[in-house]
């Protein structure tokens, strides 16, 4: 039974008709590699193996997956040109989880997975931390953070894995991917998604799969951007495109609620102003800043 599949440069080996293997999220990344939208490269763990997790544990589980997941990341690898585990040109992904029916903020995403310590990329921050930082600073964003104070983060977030686990935190990215991949499989049956699924009415048995995906970044500077978008209006249903972004940002800070996204389009931008109450005049200075 094959429990890896691998999707990206427009191809991939599963599709939108294996929900129940791949997830809601790994049947939709492959089919919209199938489509030839420019979806970063990856991997999708089957839900199977969730159950298998489930019955027989953590060790058995990565034995039995172990070679084929070093494959997928060697193919990852290959698309993007870059390597899993080097401090110079690292490959960083993320690891999400993606049952077939959807369990929004139930179960646990690790992003920028891949980290070492001379690696020339920036990791996401624990808040309590950085909130304390920036206070210190007098700094409202992240962005304002410079470079010696995401140093200074750095040493903090090891030193707050150390307290928290008695352990300190992995600098091998291997570990830290089976750390990911393990810390997701674990999250479904974490209390809030046992709940949920009782709410909702989801089976237990039916499991999750396991995302692994390149990452790409919105943080870069303010010639990146992080965003949203839907090909209809969430709230009504009105076949209209729509969404947000936020320029020099990752996924998460569109929706932490400290930075106001722009609107993509600008009838999106009307409607937003409308709903606040602006003017036309005030929306076109705020969406022109």
């Known amino acids: ?99 077939r029916a959807s369990m929004p903020g139930m179960m646990d995403t690790v992003l920028n997975l891949g980290m070492k310590p001379k690696s020339k990329t920036e990791t996401d921050p624990f808040e309590a931390i950085i909130d304390k930082v920036k206070e210190e600073k007098g700094i409202k964003f992240d962005t304002e953070l410079e470079v010696e104070d995401l140093q200074k983060l750095v040493s903090l977030f090891k030193a707050a894995v150390k307290e928290h686990t008695g352990k300190d935190f992995p600098d091998s990215a291997w570990d830290q991917l089976w750390g990911g991949i393990c810390a997701v499989f674990d999250s479904w049956m974490n209390e809030r998604a046992i709940l949920y699924r009782r709410m909702n009415q989801i089976p237990e048995e039916w499991g999750t799969a396991v995302n692994v995906q390149a990452m790409v970044y919105g943080n870069m500077g303010n010639n990146s951007a992080t965003g949203v978008a839907f090909s209809r209006d969430a709230a009504t249903g009105e076949n209209i495109f729509n969404g947000e972004y936020l320029i020099n940002a990752q996924g998460e800070d569109v929706v932490a609620g400290i930075r106001t996204p722009q609107q993509i389009t600008i009838e999106g931008s009307r409607r937003w102003a409308a709903l606040q109450g602006i003017s036309e005049e005030e929306r076109v200075l705020i969406f022109s800043s």
């Open 1 to 99: 039974m094959k429990k890896i599949f691998t999707f990206g440069d427009g191809k991939a080996e599963g599709d939108a008709s294996m929900r129940n293997t791949l997830g809601g999220k790994g049947a939709n990344l492959a089919e919209m590699n199938k489509l030839g939208m420019p979806v970063p490269p990856g991997f999708t763990i089957t839900t199977d193996v969730c159950t298998e997790y489930t019955q027989y544990g953590k060790e058995a589980v990565v034995k039995d997956i172990k070679s084929d997941v070093e494959k997928a990341i060697a193919h990852v690898e290959t698309l993007t040109g870059k390597k899993f585990n080097d401090p110079q040109n690292p490959l960083l992904v993320s690891v999400r989880s993606g049952a």
